[in-house]
């Protein structure tokens, strides 16, 4: 009651002001009308100074007074004050402080003149009344009120039942049943009721209830019947007792309570002339048993379920059957009606609300709407109360409607006007209603409008004041859809409309709202609701019905089928088909073809289901052998595909879903993105490609179309469009190229730990391929301003972003293409000039404005050293082209074009199509034609612009201070690797570039060298590709073999583009000065010789992978040797010793790795069939019998001696360096096998993955060789000078030949592989078939030279170290090899120049020092390499400044001997028809050794004694103190043939003998 708290000041000046207040106070309250609140108020102010009096704040006899005065305001105010005193007699009398108590006694006897006795007996406590005065005993009081009671309340009238007369009822009900149109009034009724009562003695209970019964026969006359109940009833409960003992009345089995009853009990309840609380009491059945009825439909709609989802057994069906029959039985007996339903839907009839709800919260959740009655009842309802909204906002233009009467209640919920209002009632009345709106389809239309009027409100409306309400609004509607429209479908049978009006709504919402929205429905819905429970076995059932009959024959008529299933449950469907897809595969295409029947609702739907199953938990993505991926995402991944090209379904869920996979580091569901693109936009990635495929791709994107791919997708115009639009939308385009690139790496480091090898292979394969697949789409289907503005700068994306170079380029490259078109386009504008050279100039001019930003960027993608041998313009113009800025596929072209002529000719042949199907198919024919032939014409042009373009470029692309070999080393590195492996348009294009730069005559560009690096360094390559990477690794090597084939076939055709070029010549100068001398060009022949080398590379490389035993090995060369098959093997030993290797294979693997066997098995048909263009191996390069036996260990060097291409190859040795290089292992004193060696070399590695040249052949050859070398090395440590070098060597030397010898003999027979040994024969006897042909053969190497070798190596090894670019690995090589290669001053990679650009290097110490890091880091034998660095350095800085000083001198006289070097030249030439010239720079990719007495004295024989000695004094004049010149070694040979001619002998007869 305390609700008004008087000032504290009132009482304190209470007789100054505080009286007066509270007077004025009491008399404003007394004129409020508020509803009896005033009431309230009054007795609030009362109290509050009633209680000042009981604690003693003020006196007794000031507030009586005041009390006093205030009685005159009010009637009733005494009986307010009695209220109050009793409320201070309950209060003082608990309390235990007695001086309260009396305060309060003495207030209320102060106040007995003004309050009656009457009210105060009433009110308060006999024992209070007793301390008055006003009774004498609290006890007789007491006893005295139980008597009256009991009177009243027990005891019988007995005159009523003897007095009353039946004809004063029969007057009543007369007087209630007139009629009531005229003036008759309640009032009047109820005096003619009073006087009947009195007339006639008539009990007032007993009229109440008959008039009770006339209101029930008359109930549509509410308003009178209830005015006259109000005024003429005495106490509410009496009424709810005699309504009670009504219903109960009718509480027997079969037995129906009449709706009147019903309606007149709403109505009471609605005048609030009854509780809710008294009446429900008398209402059956009870509370506990509604619930128990709930929870059993709930059982027994799960065992019907059940039932429905099993096997039966048919005796059990019988059985079920009879218990079904029982149950029935004893539902025949009818159950007594529901009274709380039947007064609930009389409530929902007249529109109270309020009471409807606290009957419902009563009960179970939708127990009462499970009833259609109630629930129609209060669809009703929620019609009345929307309304006024619907036909504002929701009616649809053009609808007309019809407009419903409002209730006549005035307690009824309020019509709404606004969406705000709807939260008031409307949408609590629909939660009630839940699933069971689907009674009403037409309310479900008028929601679902007005969420779609609201939703197009919230999108426009911005205001930020509104924003708050209208969220909550938003989640409002979110709810009701939830728990009422997508149950009510649910429970809709197949009602198409609805659900197209409900999609109206969804495509509104953004993705994850109607995501959410779909997961509840499918989960969690129907486990809540019996009938839904029902509805969801049910659909499983009919959907297994379907799918056990769907084929490809019965599409049209299981489609409509599953249509009609799929209107009301598609959930439960969906759910259904796609479990039956995961376990059968060749039920995707029927399923997707008969899908066309489903609603726009029920493809986004879909769209969710395919979701949540590739996201399920529970499932493995992989198979138990943890190698593939399971075929439930294979299947799941193809439906994708197949669903979402053919149908309008929203992608954006799912490209979402992929990235989030992809961010999360699973690259698994990369397969769904994959099938999407290809399907969706008819790009299509494949490594099987055939040749005429991968030309088509090099075209336009027409010719791509129509040529590039397997399966000729048409009509993709649309889907592909969707397809971007929903990339761009939700900004996912850039984010999945940067997540797949970056994952690439991601499958190797972080997925891969536990994975099965071949796995992380086939994952890595599928994020790449997808990641170009999806990179080809963009840029082709985005538009310029679209791909510009998503895509970063190249230094962005790597530096920033860590997307990998190959990747970053591929996402930039179409930018680049657009931004130079679009500038050539400007620039024709400005000026306007059609001649071709103006055009060739503006297009040059565009590029260099796009892509001088470029080259500034890519400065930073690399450290600063690699510019020193690359330019940024060569690197970034190699990164930016592609295939069709190189070449036009002419034949791709000309072939499709009468593809196309072909099918016009078939369509006019054709009589069985009609006319006008003719005609469209012919006009579509020509339109591809007319495109194909303008696209070949665009793109020659625009591949002569290319051309020109890098014609002008060509001389600045790189630098002439580095050496080929380094530049090579880079481009390899950087360029050609990364790239060739990244597509196989790339591997075609590497190729290409390659040959292009070679004809484009680019300076310092040595093109057999980089043939060279390519060809005879495959292992490493081969063994870190995965299966696609080599596929196009194998299609690159094909490519490169195509060109080298073409050039060895055809003396003329090399004679045309390759002699001349500079790429062909032999001597590396790093000067730049590339031309001239015909002696320095590779003539026909020896070339011949280098390509037979390569081939044998090729063929050592491969029988090393095959005897690995490695899967990945194995696997990866055979995919290689495959692709390579049309140009390798050509030579008939060297493919008869692969294909001993691969049947080798074939027999291990054959129950052990299928997957090899059939690679193997493969592969070795095709080689037989290639057997018949395989020619012998004097045919494949010329040879010449040998006139005297020579030894082979000293003719030849097997390939891995460094045997790089050069000028002066030797034919002698070439026809059998196999046989050379075993037998030259086996003379450094070795007895490690090959394989074992090659598994170490695995381990060496270097900056590009092929080593500087010269230690990756040694890794893979001379391994053998090491051990001892180092010892020879260590033992023959140069002394202060060459001279006594050269005394010690001399002196040794005798003792060290005789023990290699016998040890050549012996290692020779015991190690040399069989198939190497039919080689050494082979190249015996052609070696002595040269010897007879008058050609000089060369010798073994003698003693002499060697120790010579080794003075001049150990000092050469130095500069060379300090030179090279990449590190050397002693442990991998022969160091003594790689010295006498440093003399020897042949074309191998290994080394990084000539002899004369050793001494140039050496200008720049920085470059100095950071190789020689490199050099003793890779060591692996640290106390030899410090010693020997040490060695070197001390050397180096001694001889420094003395080669300054020579280089001065050699080009101060280079005038004065300009006539000796053109002799000199000359004479090399001569002598590179022998291959047997030591003067020159360059030797045979496979000659180490130096040149016997013998040999010298031919060519002295060939040159005047004044040439020599000129040649002698030139070269001394040019050489500087570390490095001797070539005559001066000749000079040195001629003295020691003098000294040791015995020794040459016994040498002779120890070559004889090993032969």
Same mark, same amino acid.
């Given at each position: ?69 205030m ?11 009695a ?5 201070l ?67 019988q ?11 004063g009822y ?16 309640s ?77 007149i ?7 609030k ?16 048993t ?26 059990e ?87 419903l ?12 006007e ?51 309400k ?6 409002c ?9 997508l ?14 009006e ?21 989960n ?44 009301s449950?598609?959930t ?51 198979k ?94 649309k ?24 994952q ?70 179409p ?27 503006k ?15 890519v400065?930073?993608l ?44 078939a ?29 070949e ?19 600045s ?14 481009f ?138 490695d ?24 493919g ?15 129950d052990?790795?299928p ?56 034919k002698t ?17 070795t007895?490690?096998?090959?394989n ?14 092929? *080593?500087?040249?010269?230690?990756? +052949?040694a890794?893979?050859?001379?391994? $053998? =060789? &090491? #051990? !001892?070398?180092? @010892?020879? %090395? ?33 290692? *020779?027979k015991?190690?040399?592989? +069989? ?5 050494? $024969? =082979? &190249? #015996? !006897?052609?070696d @002595?078939a %040269?010897a ?38 002693d ?7 790689? =010295?006498?290669r !440093? ?13 004369k ?41 001694? !001889? ?33 028809g ?39 004094k ?10 001797e ?10 003295k ?8 040459e002998?016994k ?9």
């Open positions: 009651m305390a609700t008004l708290i008087l000032p504290g000041e009132w009482i304190k000046n209470w007789e100054k002001s505080g009286k007066h207040e509270f007077v004025q106070l009491c008399k404003e309250l007394t004129e409020k009308t508020d509803h009896g609140n005033e009431t309230k108020d009054i007795q609030a102010a009362l109290y509050e100074v009633c209680s000042q009096v009981v604690q003693g704040n003020l006196k007794i006899d000031l507030v009586s007074a005041v009390l006093g005065e009685m005159e305001l009010r009637d009733d105010l005494p009986s307010i004050l209220d109050v005193f009793c409320i007699d309950l209060e003082t009398g608990a309390l235990e402080e007695k001086n309260k108590r009396d305060h309060y006694t003495h207030l209320v006897g102060a106040c007995l003149s003004f309050v009656p006795e009457a009210i105060l007996k009433e009110r308060l406590d006999p024992e209070t009344l007793e301390s008055l005065g006003l009774i004498k005993q609290a006890h007789q009081f007491n006893q005295k009120i139980v008597k009256i009671k009991t009177k009243l309340f027990y005891k009238q007995k005159f009523n039942l003897l007095r009353e007369e039946n004809e029969a007057k009543l009900i007369t007087e209630l049943g007139q009629d009531l149109s005229g003036n008759i009034t009032n009047l009724v109820l005096e003619s009721i009073k006087s009947l009562i009195g007339c006639f003695n008539l009990d007032p209970n007993r009229v109440l209830d008959i008039i009770l019964e006339v209101y029930e026969s008359r109930s549509e006359q509410d308003e009178f019947f209830l005015s006259l109940i109000k005024s003429y009833m005495c106490e509410p409960i009496t009424l709810c007792h005699i309504l009670g003992f009504k219903f109960k009345f009718y509480q027997e089995p079969n037995e129906e309570t009449p709706k009147s009853l019903y309606h009990a709403a109505a009471l309840l609605n005048h002339l009854i509780e809710l609380e008294d009446l429900y009491v008398h209402l059956m059945p009870v509370d506990a509604i619930v128990e009825e709930h929870k059993r439909e709930i059982s027994e709609a799960k065992q019907i379920a059940r039932k429905l989802v099993t096997v039966v057994l048919p005796s069906k019988s059985e079920d059957k009879e218990k079904e029959k029982e149950k029935e039985e004893e539902k025949n007996e009818k159950p007594p009606d529901n009274q709380k339903l039947g007064l609930l839907e009389a409530l929902l009839r007249i529109g109270d609300w309020h009471h409807a709800q606290s009957i419902m919260d009563q009960m179970p959740s939708f127990y009462a709407t499970s009833h259609k009655a109630i629930a129609l009842a209060l669809c009703q309802l929620v019609h009345l109360t929307m309304e006024p909204l619907y036909r504002r906002a929701g009616v649809p233009k053009g609808a007309k409607g019809c407009a009467q409002p209730l006549q209640n005035k307690r009824a919920p309020q019509p709404t606004s969406f705000e209002d709807l939260r008031k009632n409307t949408f609590s009345m629909l939660c009630y209603l839940g699933p069971h709106l689907s009674h009403d389809p037409i309310l479900f239309a008028k929601i679902v409008r007005l969420g779609k009027s609201f939703m197009k409100e919230y999108q426009t409306d911005s205001r930020p004041e509104v924003k708050d209208m969220e909550i609004l938003l989640s509607f979110l709810s009701i859809a939830d728990q009422v429209l149950p009510s479908l649910s429970l809709m049978e197949c009602n198409a409309c609805m659900s197209e409900l999609w109206g709504l969804f495509k509104l919402f953004p993705y994850q709202h109607r995501y959410r929205l779909y997961g509840q429905w499918k969690e819905t129907y486990s809540g609701h019996p009938l839904l429970v029902k509805v969801k076995a049910q659909t499983v059932e009919r959907a297994r019905y379907i799918m056990k009959r769907l084929t490809k024959e019965n599409i049209k008529q299981s489609g409509r089928q599953i249509g009609k299933l799929s209107h449950n598609p439960i469907l969906f759910d259904y088909m796609l479990s039956q897809i995961q376990w059968y595969d060749n039920l995707i295409v029927p399923v997707v073809d008969s899908l066309k029947y489903l609603t726009s609702l029920n493809y986004d739907v879909l769209a969710y289901c395919i979701i949540e199953a590739l996201a399920n938990p529970e499932k493995e993505k992989m138990h052998d943890d190698t593939t991926l399971s075929l439930w995402l294979q299947s799941l991944a193809s439906l994708c595909g197949a669903v979402f090209r053919k149908y309008p379904i929203e992608l954006a869920g799912l490209l979402q879903y992929v990235t989030n996979q992809l961010k999360a580091g699973k690259s698994f569901d990369l397969l769904i993105l994959k099938e999407v693109v290809q399907k969706m936009a008819g790009i299509e990635i494949t490594d099987e490609m055939t040749s005429e495929q991968l030309e088509a791709m090099t075209g336009g994107e027409q010719l791509k179309a129509e040529g590039g791919y397997f399966g000729q997708i048409r009509n993709t115009k889907s592909s469009q969707r397809l971007k639009d929903a990339l761009l939308d939700h900004e996912l385009a850039l984010p999945l190229c940067l997540l797949m690139a970056q690439r790496n991601g499958v190797v480091f972080l997925e891969g730990g536990e994975k099965h090898l071949k796995l992380v292979g086939h994952l890595y394969d599928q994020c790449h391929d997808t990641l170009v697949q999806f990179g080809g789409f963009l840029a082709s289907n985005l538009s310029t301003e679209d791909y510009i503005k998503r895509v970063p700068s190249i230094d962005v994306l790597c530096n920033q972003f860590h997307t990998p170079h190959d990747a970053a380029f591929f996402l930039s490259r930018m680049y293409a657009h931004q130079i078109l679009s500038k050539y386009e400007e620039l024709k504008k400005a000026e306007k000039g059609n001649r071709q050279q103006q055009k060739v100039t297009y040059v001019a565009a590029c260099e404005q796009v892509m001088t930003p470029v080259h500034e960027a400065m930073s690399h450290p600063a050293r690699v510019w020193d041998d690359l330019r940024p313009q060569f690197y970034a113009t190699f990164w930016s082209l592609t295939m069709y800025d190189l070449a036009v596929p002419h034949a791709a072209y000309e072939r499709e074009v009468n593809k196309l002529k072909a099918q016009i000719k369509i006019e042949e054709n009589s069985e199509i009609p006319l006008n199907k003719k005609k469209k198919e012919k006009e579509r024919c020509t339109a591809l034609q007319e495109k194909l032939q303008e696209e014409k665009k793109q020659m042009e625009h591949v002569q612009r290319v051309l020109h373009r890098l014609k002008l470029e060509k001389d692309w790189l630098l002439t201070k580095s050496t080929k070999n380094e530049t090579i080393t880079k390899l590195q950087l360029c050609l690797f990364p790239r060739c492996i990244f597509s196989s348009i790339d591997a075609v294009y590497c190729a290409r570039f390659v040959e292009l730069v070679h004809q484009q005559k680019t300076p310092n560009f040595c093109t057999l060298l980089c043939y060279d690096r390519v060809f005879s360094a495959i292992i490493y390559t081969v063994a870190s590709c995965t299966e696609n990477e080599s596929h196009r690794y194998g299609r690159f090597l094909c490519c490169m073999l195509e060109t080298v084939t073409r050039w060895h076939s055809n003396r003329a055709v090399y004679e045309k583009e390759c002699a001349n070029y500079p790429g062909f010549l032999t001597i590396f100068r790093a000067t730049g000065f590339d031309g001239g001398n015909k002696a320095d060009q590779l003539d026909y022949e020896n070339f011949r010789h280098v390509v037979h080398k390569w081939h044998y590379m090729l063929t050592k490389a491969s029988v090393h992978c095959l005897e690995t035993g899967y990945t090995h194995i696997r990866n060369i055979l995919i290689v040797l495959t692709k390579i098959l049309p140009c390798y093997p050509k030579v008939l030993n060297l008869q010793a692969l294909e001993a290797r691969v049947h080798k294979i074939c027999l291990e693997e054959k052990k790795r997957d090899l066997y059939a690679l193997a098995m493969g592969y070795s048909g095709r080689l037989k069939s290639q057997k018949v263009h395989m020619v012998p191996e004097n045919e494949f390069h010329h040879k010449d019998q040998p006139a005297r036996s020579a030894t082979p260990a000293s003719q030849q060097n097997g390939p891995g001696s460094a045997g790089k291409p050069a000028a002066n190859t030797s040795e070439e026809g059998g360096f196999e046989d050379g290089d075993r037998v030259k292992d086996k003379s450094q004193g007895t490690k096998p090959v074992k060696a090659n598994s170490t070399a695995a381990k060496v590695t270097t900056s590009n993955g092929n *080593g500087a040249l010269n230690s990756t +052949k890794v893979k050859d001379d391994k $053998e =060789k &090491s #051990g !001892k070398e180092k @010892k020879e %090395k260590k033992e023959k440590t140069p002394g202060s000078t060459p001279e006594t070098k050269a005394e010690n060597r001399r002196e040794k030397q005798r003792d060290e030949r005789a023990g290699k010898e016998e040890r050549l003999l012996r290692e *020779g015991e190690k040399t592989p +069989k198939a190497d040994r039919k080689l050494d $024969e =082979k &190249s #015996g !006897k052609d @002595k %040269k007879g042909n008058g050609e000089p053969v060369e010798p073994a190497r003698d003693a002499v030279k060697e120790s010579k070798n080794k003075e001049k190596g150990d000092r050469n090894a130095a500069i060379a170290t300090l030179k090279s670019p990449n590190p050397r690995s442990s991998a090589e022969s160091e003594r090899d790689h =010295k006498r !440093k003399l020897d001053s042949h074309s191998s990679p290994s080394h990084s120049s000539s002899v650009d050793s001494s140039n290097e050496l200008k720049d110490p920085a470059t100095k020092q950071h190789i020689n890091f490199n050099s003793v880091a890779r060591s692996k034998s640290r106390e030899r390499e410090v010693e020997k660095k040490d060695t070197e350095s001390v050397q180096g800085r001694s !001889k420094e400044k003395k080669e300054e000083k020579e280089r001065k001198e050699r080009k101060r006289d280079h005038a004065v001997n300009e006539r000796e070097a053109s002799q000199e030249s000359k004479r090399r030439k001569d002598e590179n022998t291959n047997s010239s030591k003067n020159s720079q360059s030797t045979s990719p496979s000659c180490d050794s130096p040149l016997t007495p013998e040999k010298e004295k031919t060519k002295r024989s060939k040159s005047s004694s004044k040439e020599k000695a000129e040649s002698v030139a070269e001394r004049a040019s050489s500087g103190g570390k490095k010149s070539r005559h001066e070694k000749s000079e040195k040979k001629e020691r043939d003098s000294a040791g001619g015995k020794e002998k040498h002779h007869k120890s070559s004889d003998k090993h032969r």
